[in-house]
C-alpha cells in the first residue's frame, strides 16, 4: 500500500488560513470516513487533532477544521498562530486492519 | 493523565532481536486496542502493529510481518514488541499509542518514543 501523498511544505502569515491537502485513492481516503490528521512538533510525539474527516478532539481549537472530496483530505489551520508550526500528517484506514500514512507537510507560519 | 513510556530501544546489529516495552498509565489498559508506529529519522511515520484489547487479534504491517511480535500483559498495563530479524531500514524512533481501532482508526495517545538503531 502507498503511502498517502502530501504537499512537503505550506506557509501562511500569522491571522491567515492554509489548507493541506491528503490524496489517496479510493481503496483508502476515498472508500471510507477513517481520515485522521496529527501534529508533531520537532522532538515531540504526535498528537491528534482531528479524526473521522472532521471530528475534532476535545482541547483542539476549532481553528483546526477536517473535510473530504472524493480522494482527498484536507485540513485547514484558520487564524494562523506561531505556536501552528509543526508537521502534519494524514492517516486514513486502508481495509484489511491496515492504516497508511501520509508523507508529511511543514507548516511555516511567516 | 494518559501517560505512555518507551523503552527497550538501542543499537543491534543486522539479523539481531529488541524487545521493546511501553508502559502505560493514566487510563484503563486492558479496556483499548494499542499499536506501535515508527518514524524512520528525517522521514514520515509508519504503522506497524496493533494489538485488540484482549491480546487475542494482531495485525502487523507487510513490512515487519513474520519478523515482529506484537503482545501486552495487561496485569502490567505494558505493551511490547519484539523484533527479530532486525535490518538497516528498520531504524526509527517507535512510538507506542492507544489506539481507537474497528470503529474510528484513531491514535489517541502517544508516547514519546524509543530510538531503534540497525547497524553493524
Known amino acids: 500500500q502507498s503511502a498517502l501523498t502530501q504537499p512537503p511544505s505550506a506557509s501562511a502569515s500569522p491571522g491567515q488560513s492554509v489548507t493541506i491537502s491528503c490524496t489517496g485513492t479510493s481503496t483508502d481516503v476515498g472508500g471510507y470516513n477513517y481520515v485522521s490528521w496529527y501534529q508533531q512538533h520537532p522532538g515531540k510525539a504526535p498528537k491528534l487533532m482531528i479524526y473521522?474527516?472532521?471530528q475534532r478532539p476535545s482541547g483542539v481549537p476549532d481553528r483546526f477544521s477536517g473535510s473530504k472530496s472524493g480522494n482527498t483530505a484536507s485540513l485547514t489551520v484558520s487564524g494562523l498562530q506561531a505556536e501552528d508550526e509543526a508537521d502534519y500528517f494524514c492517516t486514513s484506514f486502508a481495509g484489511s486492519n491496515n492504516v497508511i500514512f501520509g508523507g508529511g507537510t511543514k507548516l511555516t507560519v511567516l | 493523565e494518559v501517560q505512555l513510556l518507551e523503552s527497550g530501544g538501542g543499537l543491534v546489529q543486522p539479523g539481531g532481536s529488541l524487545r521493546l516495552s511501553c508502559a502505560a498509565s493514566g487510563f484503563s489498559f486492558s479496556s483499548y486496542a494499542m499499536t506501535w508506529v515508527r518514524q524512520a529519522p528525517g522521514k514520515g511515520l509508519e504503522w506497524v502493529s496493533v494489538i485488540g484489547a484482549g491480546g487475542n487479534a494482531k495485525y502487523y504491517a507487510d513490512s515487519v510481518k513474520g519478523r515482529f511480535t506484537i503482545s501486552r500483559d495487561n496485569s502490567r498495563n505494558t505493551l511490547y514488541l519484539q523484533m527479530n530479524s532486525l535490518r538497516v531500514e528498520d531504524t526509527a524512533v517507535y512510538f507506542c499509542?492507544?489506539?481507537?481501532?474497528?470503529?474510528?482508526?484513531?491514535?489517541?495517545?502517544w508516547g514519546q518514543g524509543t530510538l531503534v538503531t540497525v547497524s553493524s
Open positions: 499509542a492507544q489506539v481507537v481501532w474497528s470503529t474510528s482508526y484513531r491514535f489517541e495517545q
Open positions: 473521522e474527516v472532521s
